[in-house]
């Protein structure tokens, strides 16, 4: 497979050690790609979930094709999110090509554009911790019977549905968090004079011109690779929404596993096990 040049990828809630990860459908996206800039935008390791119990090699090859991009020259910004809040600690470490933060700010063609995950402007998050961790492991069953439903409506030849973004898209409260969510990242980049915003956890992918009495900004959500399989591009002054489709790609082989990735899960355990 020929691969694609492109300045920047901003990929984030990948959500790596769940069951509604689409590592595979990651992993070929990445391989079909040679970025000069990789930004993981949070929520790409799911600590909170983070299990021995479940762990596919699909999962640990995207870890594993990662690094490898980093050691053959793209820089790699991973940024933390909340599921993998955890990582914090060792913000702003940098190895080779490999820097760790919670926030990115970049000058693209005299444009400023301020990446971060999102979670701080969750009120949950600030609050009711405990309840976003439960909601997170709920709606990964979600998803796990979400999935058992549409094989079966492939298997009728009817159309798959989604039922979180159903959930999303007709509960008040779940637009109103979104569109508050849209507001305050907005009016907080255009009063710190940013051109760009760009955002995850959400989960809802769009790219969006914001106005306000101050000024104005884009606005930019990468989505995920649980619901959307979707990702962010910037190339020549431009930014677009990449959809996965897997009609344009043939899949990718699981490389072998690096002892570095290795042991960066082993790390990531022993952590988690000292919070708990």
């Keep these: 497979m020929e691969k694609r ?41 799911d600590i909170w979930q983070f299990s021995k119990r479940y762990w596919p090699e699909s999962h640990m090859a995207v870890l594993n094709k990662i690094l490898n991009l980093a050691a053959t020259g793209t820089k790699v910004h991973y940024l933390t999110g909340n599921h993998d809040e955890m990582l914090r600690k060792f913000s702003d470490f940098s190895m080779g090509n490999l820097h760790l933060s919670d926030k990115l700010v970049l000058t693209l063609q005299d ?36 999935r058992a439903i549409n094989f079966l409506l492939t298997k009728m030849g009817r159309e798959k549905i989604s039922f979180s973004k159903k959930i999303k898209n007709s509960v008040k409260e779940a637009i109103k968090f979104i569109s508050d969510f849209e507001q305050t990242a907005t009016d907080l980049a255009i009063r710190n004079g940013y051109d760009y915003v760009i955002c995850g956890h959400i989960h809802q992918p769009i790219i969006k011109e914001y106005w306000n009495d101050e000024g104005c900004v884009i606005y930019l959500n ?13 190339d020549k002054g431009e930014w677009k929404l990449v959809f996965y489709d897997a009609s344009k790609f043939i899949n990718s082989t699981i490389a072998k596993t690096e002892p570095i990735a290795v042991n960066l899960l082993e790390t990531l355990m022993l952590q988690k096990k000292k919070v708990i």
């Design 222 to 234: 990468s989505g995920d690779w649980v619901e959307n399989l979707s990702c962010l591009e910037y």
């Design 111 to 146: 444009k400023k554009a301020w990446f971060f995950h999102g979670d701080i402007f969750d009120v949950t998050m600030k609050h009711s911790k405990w309840l976003a961790k439960l909601g997170g492991k709920g709606y990964d069953l979600l998803i796990i019977i979400n």
């Design 5 to 45: 040049k492109v300045q920047i990828a901003v990929l984030s809630d990948i959500h790596l050690g769940t069951y509604g990860c689409h590592a595979q459908e990651v992993l070929t996206y990445l391989e079909s790609i040679d970025p000069e800039i990789l930004i993981l935008n949070g929520d790409i390791i």
